[in-house]
């Protein structure tokens, strides 16, 4: 939804870097939003202690929270076809994450502009050691840093909810490749920091339409 | 309730409300009326059980059918020595011992530390049914031991002085054994009943009679398969009276129980219970009819009625565990326990 | 001891038990409207009390009743942390139905001071409500666990607690069985029964309980159990005059079917909700009956064998 009280929709002065290596979702009017429709927002659990590496570890604490868990509403749940306790991965450009399905009304959908937007949320508390483990959910931000201490946007974007277990592997690139397609991303995707003045922000030597690893142009 | 399968349920909207449920009909199905208790409606914590079950595996039940029997046969025993029934003696006195060892045996074998069943002798508390049959078997034990040892002592030892004063001690031996054997098959009902468990609790004023009657059933039963048919008529007698209590007991607990009594005739439970009633009326019969004349009747009444004896004590058991499931079980009764009272005195 | 003793209100329970010259009964009143679900006693409790942690086998285990994951009281959890999500049920409830209607954004209203669903009645809750929790060991005044213990194990100490003595327990269970809100256990592996101490050991030199210490908010209270009930007819009184109606105390009343709880709580909703029997009595109330009841079965019985062999010769 936009700002109504001024053109320019996002920090100006944040910094992008459009590489191949680094995309991002598409932003609202670019072409390819729609692949992804729903706002993930990531934050804590009391139980865990940031990326987790040591809370994991103690048994104590595991046993609290031992599994990363997408929290959804119903009516999403309904849509995509989603059950509680089952399993589900977030997919955004970068990367897809499996996680516990969790259904609750404390998720709402919000209704903006006119249109429905679901929102899902998780925490971002599980890595590949301890004696709970998971997939990493901060893999699934693009590098966007903020203007004064570059600390990287790791609490919202957009994303899609599929039901099921992630794939692995090869087919996970293969998954990803398919959605980047689908989206068009390429390194320059979501890169115009001024509104209204599409000058995407590259790195030197970055072509406007070189895409991410894999994908075809 | 579980997490649910399908999709787009949620951690359920207010998940403490379950959905109304209603009273089965009691009595026959296809009797066309509507229920005339209230629609069971309730709410617990995401379905989830309130009460633990018990952790009392199934040797407790045969325990307790071990226990019933070995009182049945020490009465037996007795009577029988002092009337100069010496088949049936020296039967139901083994009897008597083998379901006292095996009694043991389940016992401590149950217990989450069982290499200190003694401590079991360190209070005698009378709040404690177990305390209380603890100390009833420590009563009855030596002596129906005492009994049946005599009646193994081999014929060559026979004059050595052990086995003489053994011989001598026999019959007073019988006597207590007989005389606490009341105790022992009636504090079980107790010991089951004193819990929080309503599938128990609930039937605390008949579980007593029906397991009593079970006792009775199962000892003469006893007497009828291992003594000859002529010195069998008191196990017969007290084998018809007791299945008969049984199943009149039974009847009646049935009729007077509120919800459990989904507990007790669904399912596996129903189907253990259904099959203790054949197998004791057919025992009752059996009884009645021809282990006066054969002893093969005698030996398939008896089996029956053991069998159905078993089968009443696990069913009980099973019905218990049952009602520790479900929170409906524990929820719905006191809720209405607490609108009555509420009924009779509104809140301050 | 007096009839008192097995049923109804008593007012010295360690002396009823026996210590001479006890002090003050010490207990809990748990206050959940101030809960915040952190499980800090959980986790300040297992540590102090050494109770193991899940494993594979049994505790790492996503349970997904809200963010409760631990299940229930038992072997293994002597403090637990319920959460109970209750969506709105007045009449306003179904907001996005409505803006959808006309067509019009959601209005998610400004920020407030008081939670959605304070102001009023459980039947006009017009927003969402989170209940938490933290469940306890009673320590009823009548206690079913410790009426029959067969051992002698579960004894009443000088503060008034209920606690299981580790060396003398064989494991017999029947404390589980007894305990009318399912909260002792017998651990698996171990074969003893386990519950909450109130931390015995912290309240002999003084201290409070490990997770009265670490609760942040001080949902938990430790204190005296007269000053504590005190305290909490206040806080009642007080959410009552804010429009909480729905707010009660669980176990505060030494005239419930336990003879009052040394652990009480204050609950928001009613006890079912929480997992919490609605009327919990405990088995010995009943105790006369039940004996007399098997008196007569054994009179009966032993009747019947007399009768047997009076019936004739044969």
């Given at each position: 939804?936009?700002?109504?009280?001024?053109r320019?929709?996002?920090?100006?002065?944040?910094?992008?870097?459009?590489?191949?290596?680094?995309?991002?979702?598409?932003?609202?009017?670019?072409?390819?939003?729609?692949?992804?429709?729903?706002?993930?927002?990531?934050?804590?659990?009391?139980?865990?202690?940031t990326?987790?590496?040591?809370?994991?570890m103690?048994?104590?604490l595991?046993?609290?929270?031992?599994?990363?868990?997408?929290?959804?509403?119903?009516a999403?749940?309904?849509?995509?076809?989603?059950?509680?306790?089952?399993?589900?991965h977030?997919?955004?450009?970068?990367?897809a994450?499996?996680?516990r399905?969790?259904?609750?009304e404390r998720?709402?959908?919000?209704?903006?502009?006119?249109r429905?937007v679901?929102q899902?949320?998780?925490?971002?508390h599980?890595?590949?050691?301890?004696?709970?483990?998971?997939?990493?959910?901060?893999?699934?931000?693009g590098v966007?840093?903020?203007?004064?201490v570059?600390?990287q946007?790791?609490?919202?974007?957009?994303?899609?909810?599929?039901?099921?277990?992630?794939?692995?592997?090869?087919?996970?690139?293969a998954?990803?490749e398919?959605?980047?397609?689908l989206?068009?991303i390429?390194?320059?995707?979501n890169t115009?920091?001024?509104?209204?003045?599409p000058v995407?922000?590259?790195?030197?030597?970055v072509?406007?339409?070189?895409?991410?690893?894999?994908v075809p142009r | 309730?579980?997490?649910?399968?399908?999709?787009g349920d949620?951690?359920?909207?207010?998940?403490?409300?379950?959905?109304v449920?209603?009273?089965?009909?009691?009595?026959?199905?296809?009797?066309?009326?509507?229920?005339?208790?209230?629609?069971?409606?309730?709410?617990?914590?995401?379905?989830?059980?309130?009460?633990?079950?018990?952790?009392?595996?199934?040797?407790?039940?045969?325990?307790?059918?071990?226990g019933?029997?070995?009182?049945g046969?020490?009465?037996?025993?007795?009577?029988?020595?002092?009337?100069?029934?010496?088949?049936?003696?020296r039967?139901?006195?083994?009897?008597?011992?083998?379901?006292?060892?095996?009694?043991?045996?389940?016992?401590?074998?149950?217990?989450?530390?069982?290499?200190?069943?003694?401590?079991?002798?360190?209070?005698?508390?009378?709040?404690?049914?177990?305390s209380?049959?603890?100390?009833?078997?420590?009563?009855?034990?030596?002596?129906?031991?005492?009994a049946?040892?005599?009646?193994?002592?081999p014929?060559?030892?026979?004059?050595?002085?052990?086995?003489?004063l053994?011989?001598?001690?026999a019959?007073?031996a019988?006597?207590?054994?007989?005389?606490t054997?009341p105790?022992?098959?009636?504090?079980?009902?107790?010991?089951?009943?004193?819990t929080?468990v309503?599938?128990?609790?609930?039937?605390?004023?008949?579980?007593?009679?029906?397991?009593v009657?079970?006792?009775?059933?199962?000892?003469?039963?006893f007497?009828?398969?291992?003594?000859?048919?002529?010195e069998?008529g008191?196990?017969?007698?007290f084998?018809?009276?007791g299945?008969?209590?049984?199943?009149?007991?039974?009847?009646?607990?049935?009729?007077?129980?509120?919800?459990?009594?989904?507990?007790?005739?669904?399912?596996?439970?129903?189907?253990l219970?259904?099959?203790?009633?054949?197998?004791?009326?057919?025992?009752?019969?059996?009884t009645?009819?021809?282990?006066r004349?054969s002893r093969?009747?005698a030996v398939?009444?008896?089996?029956?009625?053991?069998?159905?004896s078993l089968?009443?004590?696990?069913s009980v058991?099973?019905?218990?565990v049952e009602?520790?499931?479900?929170?409906?079980?524990?929820?719905?009764?006191?809720?209405e326990r607490?609108?009555?009272?509420?009924?009779?005195?509104?809140?301050? | 001891m007096?009839w008192?003793?097995?049923?109804?209100?008593?007012?010295?329970?360690?002396?009823?038990?026996?210590h001479?010259?006890?002090?003050?009964?010490m207990?809990?009143?748990?206050?959940?409207?101030?809960?915040?679900?952190?499980?800090?006693c959980?986790?300040a409790?297992?540590?102090?009390n050494?109770?193991?942690?899940?494993?594979?086998?049994?505790?790492?285990?996503?349970l997904?009743?809200?963010?409760?994951?631990t299940?229930?009281?038992?072997?293994?959890?002597?403090?637990?942390?319920?959460?109970?999500?209750?969506?709105?049920?007045?009449?306003?409830?179904?907001?996005?139905?409505e803006?959808a209607?006309?067509?019009e954004p959601?209005?998610?209203?400004?920020?407030?001071?008081s939670?959605p669903?304070?102001?009023?009645g459980?039947e006009t809750?017009?927003?969402?409500?989170?209940?938490?929790s933290?469940?306890?060991?009673k320590?009823?005044t009548?206690a079913?666990?410790?009426?029959?213990?067969?051992?002698?194990?579960?004894?009443?100490?000088?503060?008034?607690?209920?606690?299981?003595?580790?060396?003398?327990?064989n494991?017999?269970?029947?404390?589980?069985?007894?305990?009318?809100?399912?909260?002792?256990?017998?651990r698996?592996g171990?074969?003893?029964?386990?519950?909450c101490?109130?931390?015995?050991?912290?309240?002999?030199?003084?201290?409070?309980?490990?997770?009265?210490?670490?609760?942040p908010?001080?949902s938990?209270?430790?204190?005296?159990?007269?000053?504590l009930r005190?305290r909490?007819?206040?806080?009642?009184?007080?959410l009552?005059?804010?429009?909480v109606?729905?707010?009660?105390?669980?176990?505060?009343?030494?005239?419930?079917?336990?003879?009052?709880?040394?652990?009480?709580?204050?609950?928001?909703?009613?006890?079912?909700?929480?997992?919490?029997?609605?009327?919990?009595?405990?088995?010995t109330?009943d105790?006369?009956?039940m004996?007399?009841?098997?008196?007569?079965?054994?009179?009966?019985?032993?009747?019947?064998?007399?009768?047997?062999?009076?019936?004739?010769?044969?």
């Amino acid at each position: 939804m936009r700002n109504p009280l001024y053109r320019q929709q996002g920090n100006p002065t944040r910094k992008v870097f459009g590489r191949k290596d680094n995309p991002s979702n598409p932003a609202a009017g670019e072409r390819g939003f729609e692949v992804f429709p729903y706002v993930l927002t990531t934050s804590r659990l009391t139980e865990h202690h940031t990326a987790g590496a040591m809370s994991r570890m103690l048994p104590f604490l595991a046993e609290l929270q031992p599994a990363l868990f997408v929290e959804v509403s119903p009516a999403l749940a309904r849509e995509r076809g989603l059950t509680h306790m089952g399993e589900a991965h977030v997919v955004t450009s970068r990367a897809a994450v499996q996680a516990r399905v969790m259904v609750t009304e404390r998720m709402a959908p919000l209704r903006l502009d006119g249109r429905t937007v679901h929102q899902v949320w998780m925490p971002y508390h599980w890595g590949g050691t301890g004696l709970v483990t998971g997939d990493v959910v901060n893999d699934l931000f693009g590098v966007v840093e903020d203007p004064n201490v570059f600390i990287q946007e790791t609490k919202v974007t957009t994303c899609d909810v599929r039901p099921g277990p992630r794939p692995r592997g090869a087919a996970l690139t293969a998954l990803l490749e398919e959605v980047r397609a689908l989206a068009g991303i390429t390194a320059a995707t979501n890169t115009d920091v001024y509104t209204g003045h599409p000058v995407p922000h590259l790195d030197p030597e970055v072509r406007p339409d070189d895409t991410a690893p894999g994908v075809p142009r | 309730m579980s997490p649910s399968d399908r999709p787009g349920d949620a951690v359920p909207a207010d998940p403490s409300h379950v959905s109304v449920r209603s009273r089965r009909r009691r009595g026959g199905a296809g009797r066309g009326e509507e229920s005339m208790v209230p629609e069971a409606e309730f709410r617990s914590y995401y379905g989830r059980p309130v009460l633990k079950p018990p952790v009392w595996e199934h040797k407790i039940a045969y325990y307790m059918f071990a226990g019933g029997l070995a009182a049945g046969t020490a009465v037996l025993g007795a009577g029988a020595d002092l009337t100069n029934r010496p088949a049936l003696r020296r039967a139901t006195r083994l009897g008597s011992l083998g379901a006292l060892v095996a009694s043991i045996y389940y016992l401590v074998s149950d217990l989450g530390r069982p290499e200190r069943f003694h401590h079991m002798l360190r209070v005698a508390k009378p709040t404690s049914p177990m305390s209380v049959g603890t100390w009833v078997l420590a009563a009855f034990g030596p002596a129906a031991g005492l009994a049946g040892a005599a009646e193994i002592v081999p014929d060559r030892l026979r004059a050595l002085w052990p086995a003489r004063l053994l011989t001598r001690l026999a019959r007073p031996a019988s006597l207590a054994a007989a005389a606490t054997a009341p105790a022992l098959c009636s504090y079980t009902a107790v010991l089951l009943s004193h819990t929080a468990v309503p599938g128990w609790n609930e039937v605390r004023g008949e579980l007593p009679f029906v397991f009593v009657g079970s006792a009775a059933a199962s000892g003469g039963g006893f007497g009828m398969i291992a003594a000859p048919v002529a010195e069998a008529g008191p196990a017969r007698t007290f084998a018809a009276v007791g299945a008969a209590g049984e199943l009149l007991a039974g009847r009646v607990m049935e009729h007077r129980m509120g919800l459990i009594k989904e507990a007790y005739e669904h399912g596996h439970v129903g189907r253990l219970r259904k099959a203790s009633e054949a197998a004791t009326l057919a025992g009752l019969l059996g009884t009645l009819v021809t282990a006066r004349r054969s002893r093969v009747g005698a030996v398939a009444s008896g089996l029956a009625l053991l069998a159905g004896s078993l089968l009443q004590r696990v069913s009980v058991f099973e019905a218990g565990v049952e009602t520790t499931k479900d929170p409906r079980y524990v929820v719905v009764p006191q809720r209405e326990r607490l609108a009555q009272r509420e009924n009779r005195s509104p809140a301050r | 001891m007096t009839w008192n003793s097995l049923f109804g209100p008593l007012h010295d329970v360690a002396a009823d038990a026996g210590h001479e010259d006890p002090p003050p009964r010490m207990g809990f009143f748990t206050d959940t409207s101030v809960c915040i679900g952190c499980k800090a006693c959980e986790v300040a409790c297992k540590q102090w009390n050494s109770v193991p942690a899940g494993d594979d086998r049994t505790g790492f285990d996503l349970l997904g009743l809200s963010f409760d994951n631990t299940g229930a009281l038992g072997a293994d959890t002597w403090r637990h942390v319920a959460f109970i999500e209750q969506p709105a049920v007045g009449p306003a409830a179904d907001v996005l139905a409505e803006a959808a209607a006309r067509a019009e954004p959601q209005t998610l209203g400004m920020p407030s001071f008081s939670r959605p669903g304070d102001g009023t009645g459980a039947e006009t809750r017009t927003d969402f409500r989170w209940l938490m929790s933290s469940d306890v060991c009673k320590h009823c005044t009548h206690a079913g666990c410790l009426d029959v213990c067969p051992t002698g194990a579960l004894f009443r100490t000088e503060f008034g607690t209920v606690v299981v003595q580790q060396d003398i327990c064989n494991g017999c269970g029947y404390c589980v069985s007894g305990c009318p809100y399912g909260v002792i256990d017998r651990r698996e592996g171990d074969g003893r029964a386990q519950k909450c101490t109130l931390c015995y050991d912290r309240l002999h030199d003084g201290l409070e309980p490990a997770c009265a210490k670490a609760c942040p908010t001080d949902s938990i209270q430790f204190g005296e159990v007269d000053a504590l009930r005190e305290r909490a007819d206040q806080r009642l009184a007080a959410l009552h005059e804010r429009g909480v109606g729905s707010a009660l105390l669980y176990g505060r009343d030494t005239d419930d079917g336990v003879g009052g709880a040394g652990a009480f709580f204050l609950l928001l909703d009613e006890p079912e909700v929480y997992g919490l029997p609605p009327d919990p009595v405990v088995a010995t109330r009943d105790a006369g009956q039940m004996w007399r009841r098997a008196g007569m079965a054994a009179a009966a019985f032993a009747a019947a064998a007399v009768g047997a062999f009076l019936g004739g010769r044969r």
